[in-house]
Structures are given as C-alpha cells and as structure tokens.
C-alpha cells in the first residue's frame, strides 16, 4: 500500500471512529476520474440503466417521489480496469478498517449511479430493516468542475447538525449505513457517482441484475 492511500484510509477510520462518517478528498484522481467517465457509460443516457427502486428485491418498488436515480451494477469479474482501480483501493479499505477497528467486513456491492437534473433522494437510512447486513455506504463522485450552485449536495444528518457535501469529482463519502440518515438534494445538472456498500456478509451477487 502506498503512503498516500494508507494516509486517506487513516483519515477515514478516524472519522468512522469519531463521527460515524468521513470524506476524503482525491480518493480517485482527476485522470482516474476522467477515465470513468470515458468509458462511455453515462454518455449513452439512461439505455444501460435501470430506475432505482425501494426496498429489496421482491418488495421492490419504483417510487419517484421518494427516489429518482438510475443504477448500473458492477460485475467485479467482467468491470473495466477503470473502475477496477477503484475497487480494488475499496479492498483496500475493507481490510484496513476491519483491522483497526474491529468492524466485521467482507465483501462490498457497488454501482454506477446517475441522478438526471431535478430529481433527488429523500431522507433515509442505507440499512434495510429485514437485512442489516449493510455496515458501511460509499460514494464516489465523478463530477467534474462540480460548481456550489449546481446542488446536489448529500445531506447527513448527525444528532444535532447537518453536513451538506458537495459530489466533487473524486470525493469519496464513507459513512454508517445503520446509523446516519441521509438524503441527495436536487442538482441543476445530471449528478454521477460510484455507489456501494460494504457489506459484513459476502455479496449474493445474483439479485444484483
């Protein structure tokens, strides 16, 4: 591991341990970034992308009031190796934060997220009430030259205060999926990122089709 990325996941483990959430900036460089973006996924529109639903599987609805994202699963095994770099650094982080702070991890699910200008995600918790095997939700953001007055901000909700984070291209967000309530506010312009949780269970990949 080199010194740069063990210095970002100490900053993220100290922020787990501390708050409950992190942020760490460059967690993909700008050229990582920009290779993401070139593989052309997002550019086809909504074709490779099915509408983000509620709940799991067969309780699975499609509420636009509630959530209006479209989703792209990753395939670990068939993923380009762009987005391989990113996967393999949220090994990286599963092992890290496993050993320093006794948190039960295993394995991860991850996908490509694309919220159209407008739409938004209200407020709520990543841990399903039936299935808490979601211990951690990341985002990584691939926006580039992301401007304050665009929005789209992710909005976390501590005790008593609020953190709005801006989806700056390479920010990666890590939080408590069974302790923060969050929600994606409204964005001028389409906003996309790379969406997963890690998990302490290892991922049944099939129902992620």
């Known amino acids: 591991m080199n010194l740069l990325l063990s210095e970002k996941l100490n900053a993220i483990a100290d922020g787990l341990a501390d708050k409950g959430y992190a942020i760490i900036d460059n967690f993909l460089s700008p050229e990582e970034v920009k290779a993401i973006i070139e593989l052309g996924y ?23 009031a509630i959530r209006g994202d479209f989703i792209k699963w990753i395939d670990r095994h ?10 393999h650094r949220l090994n990286e982080l599963i092992s890290f934060v496993h050993e ?8 991860y699910e991850v996908h490509l997220t694309m919220y159209p200008p407008g739409s938004y995600y209200k407020r709520h918790l990543d841990q399903f009430k039936k299935d808490d095997h979601r211990r ?25 205060n609020q953190i709005d984070v801006l989806p700056e291209a390479g920010r990666l967000v890590c939080f408590r ?23 302490d269970q290892y991922a049944d990949l099939k129902h992620l089709s």
């Open 42 to 64: 997002f550019s086809k529109g909504f074709n490779d992308f099915k509408k983000a639903g509620i709940g799991q599987r067969d309780e699975k609805q499609i509420n636009e």
């Open 78 to 87: 068939t993923a380009p190796d762009e987005i391989m770099v990113y996967l």
């Open 100 to 107: 320093n702070l006794f948190i039960s991890l295993k394995d």
């Open 136 to 160: 951690l939700s990341v985002i990584c953001y691939l926006n580039e030259n992301w401007k304050a007055e665009e929005g789209g901000q992710l909005r976390i909700y501590e005790e008593t």
């Open 177 to 199: 999926s069974d302790m923060l309530e969050h929600e994606v506010l409204p964005a001028s312009r389409a906003r996309l990122s790379l969406t997963g949780w890690i998990l």
